[in-house]
């Protein structure tokens, strides 16, 4: 029979039970005892749920209290030698090494004080998704052992509650690949056959507590891979094929194309594939995957929203049954992390849009239904959900709600002249330093300001009708009044309004834009205890109205210094929502492009000198392999372009990423051809810069200086120590001082004295170097 198996489940909670509990742990308002509490009851929950869908196979191992590559650096022993303070009396991790690795190590951390304060390790982003992963630190003498029991302890449970379980852990070689060789260099793939015995441990003990089957998740094979990278692949499975237990592969995210052959002929049990990335795989496995292997095909969205069709998933698995029969395995492309909980508890969702769509809870069900498609395809619960499939789909393709011609006929009325600047950067410049009249690393924040209980509880008064929208306005504009005060105070050059009244920098604006649909518990664990609700892209997209022009206006008039209009580009607008399937990422972006394109104007008019467009996931949209690129690039480059382009040269685009790797796509940045672009630079200690030893990158740049994810506070030395880097690649004159990241999350008092402390290091810059 087909078996109906799940990758992984979204471990947040359906009303964000684990994010609350966190934070609480944090604070000391919670103890560990509790917070260890809240976590059995959300895996038994979570179990439950997918067993009452008809999941045969349920994953263990994909909790994780922070982020599930550092729940793996925590069991093989890979913990920096700076939080060797931050352990038990045997040197072992406790619940707080993990803490402070994630967030850094100081009294305001991991409940309690334990040592002196040391940085977080670096955050960065999971493949191309807009989930971040604590990158694992190695060294050359690296030694790994077995020091975290989680894994273990999971299984326990839940084969105690009588769930037949599927262990996950993440590959050798991917381990190896997400981390990064810090001190001497070296390569990391000399670490392999040390790392390789500690696999070979777990496998151990997962067989001894009676598991039949794990996941090993290598979805590395995916990229474009170095051939040592490929041979490491065949030494690493042959060397553990003699371990017990049957082992599935599990790859997703993309096609296997050139890694097919190494993939297929790997001494384990089972191969998982992607084919909602990349179904037109399907063919080459079927040939050339051996039959006694188990084959599981990924045909269920885990990335998206939208239900599956059913009719055209199961093509895909008639035609791998004919080969594979019971050998064949109904699974989610990849982890249903990336997915809200359910869909059930949506009560305000219009019934046609709601009957779209399907949340965690949901594709499961999927799954099952498409297993029990093959092995009973006559019973009535299938019968049933393809005929509800059939309706849905072709409700989707017939609603007036999706196209609209005015729409349509502006994206195809785009000319090249649309996404020029009037003139080149180094004209423009002049112009907008005589018209700002900024010192020499001038100083700014990224935009948003810390989001206090009082601005949440008026949100959602006024959501809620309790609240009247004037005593709304008033109470933001209050907060504005706050942030432009204290900035003042603290002598910020350019200023923000601080975002008071924004409740995400996607779902603000996207609220605002006809074509877009909003979930009211569609939650996504993004990191950590950061969640974010992505809006759904239902139709065609506009700006009915300005979004943010009055906003502005009221910052601007409370100060005579330069107040930056604050937008979110048209790649994070999509990246960052659940997008439309029927119409290309390309087709969106430049709709998006527009919208925001017309708020630039309308800022620029009112006044505004300066317009921060944050791209933060132009990174995170590349694709996994290099072949298409280009092709994302180009549309990626000119639909940030299309958005800036319609100013005059004296008005300053500056734009914000963060929290990706932008080395090797700096060119494409520099393509944007933003005034002055702001980067995530701390946790990495400036790695970034490494790039302008080969590219001369030909604008104005803000490197951050410190690390808003993490409550410490650095000083002003730790903060020149980074800038004085910063200053042998770039030079001096167009150099910004800024945080790496909005500070919505951070708390007031700690804000303001990271603060002082920048603006510190920016007048002593100024003595030495201007």
Request: net charge negative; hydrophobic share 40%.
């Amino acid at each position: 029979m087909a078996l109906a198996h799940n990758l992984g489940f979204p471990r947040i909670g359906a009303d964000r039970e684990l994010k609350k509990a966190l934070e609480a742990y944090w604070k000391g308002d919670l103890d560990q005892a509790a917070l260890q509490s809240v976590g059995r009851e959300l895996r038994a929950a979570h179990w439950q749920l997918q067993k009452d869908a008809g999941i045969d196979l349920l994953p263990v191992g994909d909790f994780a209290w922070y982020d599930q590559v550092l729940t793996h650096s925590l069991t093989f022993g890979v913990i920096p030698e700076r939080f060797a303070g931050v352990t038990n009396e045997k040197g072992l991790p406790i619940l707080d090494t993990l803490f402070a690795m994630a967030r850094g190590a100081s009294s305001a951390c991991c409940g309690g004080n334990h040592g002196t304060a040391q940085y977080a390790q670096e955050l960065t982003k999971w493949f191309d998704t807009n989930y971040h992963y604590l990158v694992p630190e190695f060294t050359r003498d690296q030694h790994f052992k077995l020091s975290w029991e989680q894994l273990f302890e999971e299984v326990d449970e839940a084969t105690a509650l009588g769930y037949t379980v599927k262990p996950v852990i993440i590959g050798p070689l991917t381990y190896l690949w997400l981390g990064k060789a810090k001190g001497d260099s070296f390569d990391k793939l000399e670490l392999l056959d040390r790392l390789l015995p500690i696999y070979g441990e777990i496998l151990g003990r997962l067989a001894g507590q009676g598991v039949e089957w794990v996941q090993i998740d290598e979805p590395i094979l995916s990229l474009d891979l170095p051939q040592d990278w490929k041979n490491a692949f065949e030494r690493a499975y042959h060397s553990l094929q003699y371990s017990p237990l049957k082992k599935l592969i599990a790859t997703y995210f993309g096609g296997l194309e050139d890694n097919l052959g190494l993939a297929v002929a790997l001494p384990v049990a089972g191969l998982h594939v992607d084919l909602v990335r990349a179904p037109e795989q399907l063919p080459a496995l079927l040939d050339r995957l051996p039959t006694y292997k188990v084959l599981s095909l990924g045909v269920v969205n885990g990335r998206n929203v939208w239900r599956c069709d059913l009719e055209a998933a199961r093509e895909g698995l008639l035609e791998a049954q004919l080969r594979f029969a019971d050998n064949l395995w109904v699974a989610g492309s990849c982890s249903l992390l990336h997915s809200p909980v359910d869909l059930e508890r949506e009560d305000q969702l219009d019934a046609e849009l709601k009957s779209w769509l399907a949340f965690a809870k949901q594709k499961c069900n999927e799954i099952s239904i498409l297993s029990t498609a093959l092995n009973d395809p006559q019973a009535e619960r299938v019968q049933t959900a393809f005929a509800e499939s059939r309706a849905v789909q072709l409700s989707r393709q017939q609603s007036p709600r999706i196209h609209k011609p005015e729409v349509q006929a502006r994206v195809a009325a785009i000319t090249p002249a649309d996404s020029q600047r009037q003139s080149a950067f180094a004209e423009r410049i002049d112009l907008q330093r005589a018209r700002l009249n900024l010192p020499a690393f001038p100083t700014t924040t990224i935009g948003s300001f810390p989001q206090t209980a009082s601005i949440r509880l008026a949100r959602q008064s006024w959501k809620q009708g309790k609240l009247s929208a004037n005593d709304y306005h008033d109470a933001m504009r209050a907060e504005i009044r706050h942030a432009v005060n204290t900035q003042e105070l603290l002598g910020l050059d350019v200023l923000v309004h601080g975002e008071a009244e924004r409740n995400d920098m996607v779902e603000y604006f996207a609220e605002q834009l006809d074509g877009y649909a909003f979930s009211r518990f569609g939650w996504v664990q993004s990191y950590g205890s950061r969640c974010v609700k992505p809006a759904v892209i239902v139709g065609d997209l506009s700006r009915p109205q300005a979004m943010t022009v009055d906003w502005i206006e009221y910052a601007q008039s409370l100060t005579d210094k330069v107040m930056k209009g604050m937008l979110t580009g048209p790649v994070t607008m999509l990246m960052w929502s659940f997008p439309r399937e029927d119409v290309s990422r390309k087709v969106q972006a430049r709709q998006l492009a527009l919208a925001i394109r017309d708020e630039v104007v309308d800022l620029e008019s009112a006044g505004i000198k300066i317009v921060q467009i944050d791209e933060a996931a132009f990174r995170e949209g590349l694709p996994l392999r290099r072949a298409q690129w280009t092709e994302y690039l180009d549309w990626a480059v000119e639909a940030f372009r299309l958005c800036a382009s319609g100013v005059r040269d004296e008005t300053q685009i500056h734009t914000h990423m963060c929290y990706s790797e932008f080395n090797e796509v700096i060119a494409s940045i520099a393509a944007m051809d933003a005034d002055v672009i702001t980067v995530e630079t701390s946790r990495s200690d400036m790695e970034l810069l490494e790039a302008f030893k080969a590219f001369d990158y030909p604008n104005d740049i803000g490197p951050g200086v410190y690390d808003i994810h993490s409550p410490r506070v650095p000083d002003k030395a730790e903060m020149m120590t980074l800038m004085n880097k910063a200053v042998q690649r770039i030079p001096a004159e167009r150099l910004w001082v800024n945080p790496d990241c909005g500070l919505k999350t951070r708390a007031r008092p700690e804000t303001e004295a990271a603060l002082v402390n920048m603006v510190a290091a920016a007048r002593q810059l100024r003595a030495e170097l201007a």
